[in-house]
């Protein structure tokens, strides 16, 4: 913890970095994102197993990039996060600074992209057991069965939008939600409103998800938003042989097209 | 009308629900749904959740929902023929067990929706509407009602409060006319509270952490330190949370959804927190960025609503921080805004 100070005070006064995204205490008992823009600000900076909030939703906010050459505290799912950010052109190499507390509690910063490469290569990405345990148990239901679970949990959702703007994916400046002309998908939280909002978007996420979870750990009224998204990597992976934010020039799946493409799947 | 203190047995709240939807009210009460507790439309007493802090969702959804159709049309050759909704079509509604917090709330959603033009649709459902609240006797470290001008057992917005003063018994106060009338339902069930009977002994302690008259005139003399709004917000992500579960924010948009025949128009929540709130036609954003947007939040709260209505468009009840997906604490940031 005091070695993160130091090191971030230091990137701080010599002024390599502007802002450092970290953590700190937060209210309650919660661990929230920290914005160090000076040494003051960085002694309040914490590095612990709390520190499980994906920071790299922060990358991309204009208000953020302003500050200055950006430092991060980033986690396993912020690593990726930064990867599958920089296949799709959104940060440029050594762009930024990228430290990762690692399991022993010492801290390695990454050099280019493809020290963050090498790191992921040998971290564990997998999804929980418990996660698992629920992509099992949605997958056993029929199709009534698994759309009734839905259609109970997107009943109580009131389109805050919490999940999307949660989401280091969903950077779009205008989200296709957004767009009014023609609309895509009707604005009201409604049955229909809310089941082409949450479908939308986790198509919108297929391939590109590193389920960190962000969007149902943001969601105010505790729907399983992940599961959704949860349910694509494994097709993705079968199918195209891709697994998201592992890569930083890793090519999208679901945008690119190659002639000797098997075309199988079209009737 | 003067208030009416009376005493009523635990054990017959049962009775006082069955009265209530035998005379044909819709009773909506906390109830447990899945891992949280809503205001949900109840059968029998026995649903009810009474010993939860607080729903998830404030109450303001009773008189003002997510989703509400204010009209109807069809599309015609001829142009479009237009049919009313009407705002009396609501059925009688009794709000049992809300927090204090909660019915006042209403107090500001009454003023904005009170104001001119009167807005039916809302003041038909508030006019139906009888709320029972119950006393706190526990608190969070988010609560802070106390420093807004409200309390633990403060009365303000409803009709009956009831505090739990024993295991056994509740202490009933009737406080105002509909009050009187629905109080009157279970008449027989109230029995007389002995003299000097106190309901603050059994109140939960929350204590006042900041001067609210400082909050309004520090919030308003900063509006142009834009440092001190972004350096409040740079963790704000700009969703609709807070908005959405507030008692008071009453911002709505309003969406047609249409094919070539008819249509129906739709009040909708929205939220000063999104940057689409406030983007024109032209592209233009005059609350171009989030810091903008957050100083909105708490303007109009503390300073807009003051000047126009009495009082401050916040009840304490923390809910925007406790479902803020950013550990945004209101509390803890209108602390540092009075103490400026």
């Not at chain 1, 149902?216 to 349910?231: E, F, G, R, S, V």
């Not at chain 2, 309901?199 to 520090?218: G, I, T, Y």
Request: hydrophobic residues 35%; glycine residues 6%; negative net charge.
């Amino acid at each position: 913890m005091n070695e993160l100070i130091k090191i971030v005070t230091q990137l701080l006064s010599d002024k390599t970095i502007g802002v450092f995204i970290g953590y700190e205490k937060g209210s309650a008992g919660r661990t929230r994102a920290l914005f160090a823009r000076n040494a003051d600000q960085a002694q309040k900076l914490i590095c612990d197993d709390t520190c499980t909030q994906n920071l790299a939703g922060y990358l991309l906010k204009p208000e953020i990039k302003k500050l200055g050459r950006i430092g991060i505290l980033a986690n396993i799912p912020a690593l990726r996060s930064i990867m599958q950010l920089a296949s799709e052109h959104q940060i440029k190499d050594q762009s930024l600074l990228v430290l990762t507390a690692n399991s022993d509690g010492s801290l390695t910063e990454f050099c280019d992209f493809h020290s963050i490469e090498k790191y992921l290569e040998t971290s564990d990405v997998n999804i929980t057991s418990g996660e698992k345990e629920m992509i099992a148990r949605l997958e056993s239901m029929t199709t009534t069965e698994r759309r009734e679970f839905w259609s109970r949990e997107f009943e109580k959702c009131i389109k805050c939008y919490a999940c999307r703007a949660a989401c280091p994916m969903c950077y779009c400046h205008r989200c296709t939600t957004d767009v009014n002309q023609p609309q895509w998908i009707p604005v009201a939280s409604h049955e229909m409103g809310n089941l082409e909002y949450h479908l939308m978007r986790a198509m919108h996420l297929a391939g590109r998800c590193i389920n960190c979870g962000e969007c149902a750990k943001a969601c105010p009224m505790d729907i399983p938003l992940n599961l959704l998204t949860y349910q694509l990597i494994e097709p993705i992976r079968e199918n195209f042989g891709k697994t998201a934010g592992m890569k930083a020039d890793a090519v999208y799946a679901l945008s690119t097209f190659n002639p000797d493409d098997t075309e199988n799947f079209i009737l | 009308m003067d208030k009416e203190i009376k005493i009523l047995k635990y054990g017959d709240l049962p009775k006082l629900i069955g009265r209530f939807n035998s005379r044909g009210f819709k009773v909506l009460a906390p109830v447990r749904s899945g891992t949280i507790v809503e205001i949900n439309p109840v059968g029998s007493f026995e649903e009810i959740v009474l010993d939860a802090l607080l729903t998830r969702q404030s109450a303001k959804k009773v008189a003002f929902p997510k989703v509400e159709k204010v009209l109807e049309f069809d599309i015609l050759k001829k142009g479009v023929v237009q049919h009313p909704v009407d705002p009396e079509a609501c059925p009688e509604t009794l709000l049992f067990g809300v927090r204090p917090c909660d019915a006042c709330g209403f107090k500001s959603l009454d003023s904005i929706f009170g104001d001119t033009p009167a807005d039916q649709f809302y003041l038909k459902k508030k006019e139906k509407t009888t709320i029972i609240s119950f006393a706190c006797t526990t608190a969070d470290e988010y609560c802070f009602c106390t420093s807004v001008g409200g309390g633990p057992g403060n009365t303000d917005g409803s009709d009956l409060q009831f505090t739990p003063i024993s295991p056994e018994e509740l202490l009933v106060e009737i406080l105002t006319d509909k009050g009187k009338e629905a109080a009157a339902l279970f008449g027989d069930l109230l029995t007389d509270a002995s003299t000097g009977t106190d309901k603050s002994q059994h109140l939960a302690d929350v204590k006042v952490v900041f001067d609210v008259k400082n909050v309004v005139d520090k919030a308003t003399s900063s509006f142009n330190d834009t440092e001190f709004w972004l350096d409040q917000s740079l963790r704000c992500i700009g969703c609709g949370a807070c908005a959405f579960v507030c008692p008071t924010c009453a911002c709505f948009d309003l969406q047609d959804e249409q094919n070539t025949k008819k249509g129906v128009r739709l009040r909708l929540w929205d939220s000063c927190g999104f940057s689409l709130f406030t983007l024109h036609t032209s592209g233009h954003n005059p609350r171009e960025v989030q810091s903008q947007r957050w100083r909105q939040r708490i303007m109009h709260k503390f300073s807009y609503m003051p000047e126009q209505f009495n009082g401050v468009g916040c009840v304490g009840c923390g809910r925007c921080s406790r479902a803020c997906p950013a550990d945004m604490n209101i509390k803890e940031h209108l602390t540092s805004i009075a103490a400026q």
